[in-house]
C-alpha cells in the first residue's frame, strides 16, 4: 500500500473569528482533514509576509491565514491590511513559482465550523494534488 | 609536461587563469587564458523593469560603472525614443568625463602603474600602489589621489554617489547640479602644477 | 612587534568594494604603513599558492567581498576561514549576495544557454560551453564549477563581522577600519558601518501623511526633490533598508534600492518591505488593492535587490 502524501499546512487563525470558528468545527464534531497546524494570533493583520515565508522555506507545502469578514474585524481595519499584505505577497509567490492554492486567505467568522472545515479540505486536496512545496531541495538542486 | 599556473591574475578587474605548458626543453609550447568567472548579467536582467538596469548593470563593474550605467542610459532613450534635452546630454558627458580621469587614474596608479613604475621583474612583494606611492614620493602620491578624488566629487555631484553614481532615466538625468553645488566645486585641476614623474 | 596581516578577497563581485577602500584616500596609505597586506588580488600580486603556504590564523583579518557563485569563490572562501583570525563580509555581495544574486530567479542552464548561445551578439555554432574540465593537446585545464544557486559567505563559512553596502561608502569605511586599528570591535556577528535605524531616519526628505494611491514606475514622474519618494508613488526601499550612507541616491534625486540590507533583527529584508509598502497602500477595499498589488513591477527584483541570497526563500523555482 503506497503512502499517501500528507500535505503540511500551517494556519495562522485570528482568535476572535478565525481561531473560534475551528473550535467550533472541532466541539461540532466536524470530520475534517487534520493537515493544518493552527497557530492563533490575535489578528490575521498581524501576519507578518516573513511567517508566511518562514513556514513555506521550512517545510510547510501550505499556508493558510485566517480572519474576520471584513467590517467584524475586532481590531477595526487589521484584516484590511491583511488583504493589502496578501496582495503583493501574492504577486511575489506568483514570481518564486509558488502556486497560488498553497498560500490563502479566508474569512471565517466564530460561528463558521462547518465552513471551517470545507475550507481546510479544499485546500488540503489542492495542495496534495499539486505535490509536496519541498522548497529546501529546490535551493539545494546542483543543476 | 610541466605546467605553469598564474592563479589568480591580479592587478585587474575581473578574475583569470593563465595556464602555461612547457615542453622537454623548458621552452612554451603553448599557454592558456582562462576566465573563471561568470555571473549572468544577460540573463538574470530578464524580467527586471528596464527602467533599472543602469543601476543593475552598473554592477558589471565597480572600477568603470559610469560607463555600464551611460550605455544602459543611452539604451533606455533607445528604448523609450527620446532625445534627451542639451543640458542633460552634457550633465552626462560631464559624468563621463570625470569618470575618465578617475578611472585612468585608478588604471594607471593601481592596476598597471606597478609593471611600469616598479618595472616587471620587481619583486612580487613590491608590484603594488604603495609602492609606487614610495617610489614616487609621498607629495606625488597625495597629489594623486587628491586629483581621483575630484573628479569622484563631480561624479557624486550629477550621480549622488562616488560608486555606482545612479542618475540615467530614459531621456536625461535625474537632477541637474544647483548653483551652490556647482559654486562649492573648487577648480584646484586649474590651478595645480603639472604632476612628472 | 610584527605588524599584524591584512588580507582582501573577492569573490563574485564587481570591484567596488576594492575601490571603496581606495576611497580612505591617504588613510590608507597611513594604515598601510601600520600592517602587512599579504594577499589582495585587486591590487597585489600574491597568488592562491602564497595563501595555501600560510600558517592558519596567520592573517589577522580578512576583508572578503563578492557572493560565492563557483566552487574557486567557495574554495579560497574557506582557505581565508582557516588562514584568518576575523573574517569580514565586506560589502552587498557577501553579506546578501548582491546584484550576483539575481541570479537566483534563475538557473546555471538557463544562463549558461542564454550566455553562450542566445545572446545577439554570441556566434557559437558549435554550442560549446566553458567546461570544469577540459583536455587540450598539452594537458588538462580546469576552471571552477559553476553553482546553480548563489550564496552569501556566511552561508558558505563562519563569518565574524557584516559590513554592508554596495559598496560601503567612504566614511563607513574608515570608521569600520579604525574599529579594527584601535580593536573597538563589536560582539561578533555584528553588522558595522551602518546605522541600526531605517534610512527613512537620515533621509532630508520631507515625510507627510505617508499613504500611496498610486504606484508609479520611475520613469512616469519626475519626483519632488523635497517630498518623500514612496508618497510620490515611487517605490523606495528606505523603509526596509539600513541607513548610514546618507540617502546619497535619494540627493541624486533616486530612490533606495536597498543595499545596505535588512534591518537589526530582520530576516528577510523583501518580506518586511512588502509589508512597508503595503501596509501604506490607500486602498480599502479588494479591488483597489488589487489594482495597487498589481501596479509593483517586479516585486522580487526589486525587494530583494541586493539581498536575494539572503533571503528565506533564496531563489525562485527553476
Known amino acids: ?143 | 609536461m610541466k605546467t605553469v599556473t598564474i592563479d589568480p591574475v591580479t592587478r585587474l578587474e575581473g578574475h583569470g587563469k593563465i595556464s602555461i605548458f612547457l615542453n622537454e626543453e623548458g621552452n612554451v609550447e603553448n599557454a592558456y587564458f582562462q576566465v573563471p568567472e561568470l555571473r549572468g548579467f544577460e540573463k538574470f536582467c530578464e524580467g527586471r523593469p528596464v527602467e533599472e538596469l543602469p543601476d543593475i548593470t552598473s554592477r558589471i563593474c565597480g572600477v568603470c560603472p559610469e560607463a555600464h550605467h551611460i550605455a544602459s542610459t543611452k539604451a533606455l532613450d533607445a528604448v523609450f525614443h527620446v532625445d534627451p534635452p542639451l543640458a542633460a546630454k552634457k550633465l552626462r558627458e560631464l559624468l563621463y568625463s570625470a569618470f575618465f580621469v578617475a578611472d585612468h587614474t585608478t588604471h594607471f596608479y593601481i592596476l598597471s602603474g606597478p609593471d611600469f613604475v616598479m618595472g616587471p621583474t620587481a619583486p612580487k612583494a613590491e608590484r603594488n600602489i604603495l609602492s609606487v606611492i614610495g617610489k614616487v614620493g609621498l607629495e606625488v602620491g597625495t597629489s594623486i589621489i587628491k586629483h581621483r578624488s575630484d573628479a569622484l566629487d563631480v561624479i557624486a555631484m550629477i550621480g549622488g554617489r562616488r560608486v555606482h553614481p545612479t542618475c540615467g532615466v530614459p531621456g536625461g538625468v535625474s537632477k541637474p547640479i544647483a548653483e551652490n553645488e556647482r559654486l562649492s566645486y573648487p577648480p584646484t585641476c586649474v590651478s595645480d602644477k603639472n604632476v612628472q614623474i | 612587534m610584527p605588524k599584524p596581516k591584512i588580507a582582501f578577497n573577492w569573490a563574485s563581485s564587481c570591484g567596488g568594494c576594492e575601490i571603496a577602500i581606495f576611497e580612505l584616500g591617504t588613510k590608507l596609505v597611513d594604515v598601510a604603513n601600520k600592517i602587512d597586506i599579504v594577499f589582495w588580488p585587486a591590487a597585489f600580486d600574491f597568488k592562491y599558492s602564497d595563501l595555501e603556504a600560510m600558517p592558519d590564523k596567520d592573517i589577522a583579518v580578512t576583508f572578503f567581498n563578492g557572493a560565492i557563485r563557483n566552487s574557486e569563490n567557495e574554495h579560497v572562501a574557506k582557505l581565508l576561514r582557516q588562514k584568518s583570525k576575523l573574517l569580514v563580509a565586506f560589502g552587498a555581495c557577501a553579506y546578501g549576495g548582491g546584484i550576483p544574486a539575481l541570479a537566483n530567479t534563475t538557473s546555471r542552464e538557463a544562463i549558461f544557454k542564454h550566455d553562450y548561445k542566445e545572446t545577439p551578439t554570441t556566434d557559437n555554432p558549435q554550442s560549446i560551453y566553458p567546461q570544469a574540465k577540459a583536455q587540450v593537446k598539452e594537458g588538462e585545464l580546469t576552471i571552477p564549477d559553476f553553482y546553480n544557486t548563489v550564496k552569501t559567505l556566511d552561508q558558505t563559512v563562519d563569518v565574524d563581522y557584516f559590513v554592508p553596502g554596495c559598496p560601503p561608502v567612504a566614511e563607513q569605511v574608515s570608521n569600520v577600519i579604525d574599529a579594527f586599528v584601535t580593536g573597538n570591535l563589536p560582539p561578533k556577528g555584528a553588522v558595522m558601518g551602518a546605522s541600526d535605524k531605517s534610512l527613512c531616519h537620515e533621509c532630508k526628505r520631507v515625510k507627510g501623511d505617508r499613504k500611496i494611491s498610486k504606484i508609479l514606475r520611475t520613469y512616469e514622474t519626475i519626483p519632488d526633490p523635497e517630498k518623500c519618494m514612496l508618497e510620490q508613488g515611487v517605490i523606495c526601499m528606505g523603509p526596509a533598508t539600513r541607513g548610514g550612507c546618507r540617502s546619497v541616491c535619494l540627493d541624486a534625486n533616486m530612490p533606495c534600492r536597498g543595499c545596505y540590507g535588512p534591518l537589526p533583527n530582520v530576516i528577510d529584508q523583501g518580506a518586511k518591505m512588502l509589508s512597508a509598502l503595503a501596509s501604506i497602500f490607500a486602498a480599502e477595499n479588494e479591488e483597489d488593492i488589487t489594482k495597487l498589488a498589481e501596479a509593483v513591477p517586479d516585486p522580487v527584483g526589486t525587494f530583494y535587490r541586493f539581498s536575494l541570497a539572503r533571503s528565506l526563500m533564496r531563489r525562485t523555482k527553476q
Not at chain 1, 493537515?35 to 513555506?56: E, F, M
Open chain 1, 1 to 143: 500500500m503506497s503512502s499517501r502524501f500528507e500535505p503540511r499546512i500551517v494556519g495562522f487563525l485570528c482568535r476572535w473569528c478565525a481561531y473560534t470558528g475551528a473550535d467550533l468545527a472541532g466541539t461540532s464534531r466536524i470530520k475534517y482533514p487534520p493537515n493544518v497546524t493552527p497557530i492563533r494570533v490575535n489578528c490575521s493583520g498581524r501576519v507578518d509576509p516573513t511567517l508566511v515565508l518562514k513556514a513555506l522555506a521550512t517545510g510547510a507545502d501550505g499556508v493558510l491565514i485566517a480572519g474576520c469578514h471584513p467590517g467584524d474585524c475586532h481590531y477595526t481595519s487589521g484584516n484590511v491590511k491583511t488583504l493589502r499584505r496578501f496582495k503583493l505577497l501574492q504577486r511575489m509567490l506568483d514570481q518564486f513559482g509558488i502556486e497560488r492554492e498553497r498560500v490563502r486567505l479566508e474569512w471565517v467568522s466564530a460561528s463558521e465550523g462547518e465552513r471551517y472545515a470545507r475550507i481546510v479540505e479544499k485546500m488540503t486536496e489542492e495542495i496534495r494534488d499539486l505535490g509536496p512545496l519541498n522548497w529546501k531541495a529546490k535551493v539545494e538542486v546542483e543543476a
